[in-house]
């Protein structure tokens, strides 16, 4: 990363550096290192750090050596000048583990802090405002800003500087830690010419990453255009993750081994690791989910969950843990299942997977679980054809070019993804010149004591 960042221009005692995120040191460490075996001067290089703790260690390190200045401050918050080089590992930091105090005011501030943002992409924004016209800079990140929804703004940011290179690096680089790492490096000015982008492969290519779209494709050579303008999201009603109860422990039960007063309020359900074989899905299943909502989706009163209460209530310790309950009744699923949407014909797939698959539930009678997503055609006339149609090779390549990664290869599915995937116009128009029924099926709605129970 050091020889990247001084490529083709050594720095000179008049130039200064910054590490936005420095830990204890290790990249101005590295800078120093660079500069001694080359003979170059040293920059006057500045290192930001927020935790006292790795300050005062970098300071103890690095500190004072060659001019190095460290900070402990907030980069993304405190005032700092503008540099001629900057370097770095940003902190990965999930939307999850900010305070609502911190996600208002990162919102207010970045542009990059939509959706659910990581901090690095901030990182990212500030240090390209903080970078000299002319400066160069190169950060390590996760390679998901490469295509995630969420970065989109950052794409943009980027798209109008300089991307010099990007190197996809392996996936262990991190000891211990699964990442999808990459190294990017910018040079302050207007775009020139294309990026070269290094495979894990060890292959490279040379390609123009021009706007906020996913830059995936293009890297694989790959164009949405060919296919269609319209979009999964366009035919459908719900593109969705399945239920989250936030206490799969509780709700969901073995089929055989239910006591029959709580067979009212059960309906069979699925996890990702129950999709194995190809085929449609069968209204049997191995487990129950133990639903305190109505047909509407709409929490029951306490007075009308009968046996479902009695039975919450022994577990009402165990419900208490979770962090819904701060806003939710104590026996309340962790996000609101939208019954009528999901008790409809559907088609499934893994959230996490190796090589995407698609089922169909024909009946519309299965309860998908958190690790499953569920995709509800508006005209369930479609469905087949649709399905298939997610089952081809195309289909496959398209999500390999735009998911997350997972260990091992693995794809990381979304609805923000699934919901932008192109389908072809024959699919689309068959559902514009059909009528469409949105009205829910006639389905056993297996939810208060006159209800049938599934077997």
């Known amino acids: ?91 990965y930091v999930s939307i999850y583990n900010l305070s609502e105090k911190e996600k208002r005011e990162y919102r207010a501030a970045y542009e990059t802090a939509r959706g659910r943002f990581d901090l690095y992409l901030l990182f990212f924004e500030r240090a390209l405002k ?129 006591e029959p007063e709580l067979l009212a309020f059960a309906r069979p359900t699925i996890a990702g690791r129950e999709l194995t074989k190809p085929g449609e899905m069968s209204r049997d299943a191995a487990y129950a989910m133990l639903i305190p909502y109505s047909a509407k ?3 029951l009163a306490e007075g009308e969950l009968g046996a479902l209460g009695d039975y919450l209530s022994r577990m009402r310790g165990h419900l208490l843990e979770r962090t819904c309950v701060q806003r939710k009744p104590w026996y309340a699923f962790h996000e609101t299942p939208p019954l009528p949407e999901i008790l409809r014909p559907k088609i499934l797939c893994k959230d996490i997977t190796g090589k995407p698959h698609f089922w169909i539930d024909r009946e519309g009678s299965l309860v998908p679980r958190h690790s499953v997503y569920y995709i509800v055609p508006a005209d369930a006339a479609i469905i087949d054809s649709l399905c298939s149609y997610l089952n081809t090779a195309e289909v496959a390549r398209w999500l390999a070019d735009h998911c997350q990664r997972a260990a091992n290869g693995y794809l990381r599915l979304q609805s923000t993804v699934l919901k932008a995937m192109p389908i072809p116009d024959d699919l689309a128009g068959a559902q514009r010149h059909r009528p469409i029924s949105l009205a829910q099926p006639q389905l056993p709605l297996i939810i208060d004591s006159q209800s049938p129970a599934p077997r």
């Open 1 to 91: 990363m050091v020889n990247r960042l001084f490529r083709g221009r050594s720095p000179s005692a008049s130039d200064n550096l910054l590490d936005p995120g420095c830990g204890t040191g290790v990249f101005l460490a590295g800078v120093r290192r660079w500069c001694l075996k080359n003979g170059i001067a040293l920059p006057k290089m500045v290192g930001v750090e927020s935790e006292p703790g790795r300050a005062r260690q970098a300071a103890a390190e690095v500190g004072g050596i060659g001019g190095v200045e460290i900070r402990e401050s907030d980069f993304l918050t405190g005032s700092i000048e503008r540099f001629d080089y900057i370097i770095g590992n940003p902190p």
């Open 130 to 258: 903080r970078l000299k016209p002319g400066g160069r800079m190169v950060f390590i990140t996760p390679e998901k800003f490469l295509y995630v929804e969420t970065a989109a703004p950052l794409r943009r940011l980027l798209s109008k500087v300089e991307i010099e290179e990007i190197e996809l690096l392996d996936e262990q680089s991190f000891d211990g830690l699964v990442t999808y790492p990459m190294i990017t490096t910018v040079v302050n000015r207007a775009r020139a010419g294309a990026t070269l982008v290094g495979m894990r492969d060890g292959t490279q290519r040379s390609c123009r990453l021009d706007n906020a779209a996913s830059w995936m494709p293009i890297i694989g050579g790959v164009s949405d255009d060919r296919i269609s303008r319209e979009r999964l999201r366009d035919v459908c009603v719900r593109v969705s993750c399945g239920v989250a109860t936030g206490a799969d422990n509780v709700f969901v039960r073995r089929t055989d081994l239910l």
């Open 297 to 299: 989706g709409t929490l």
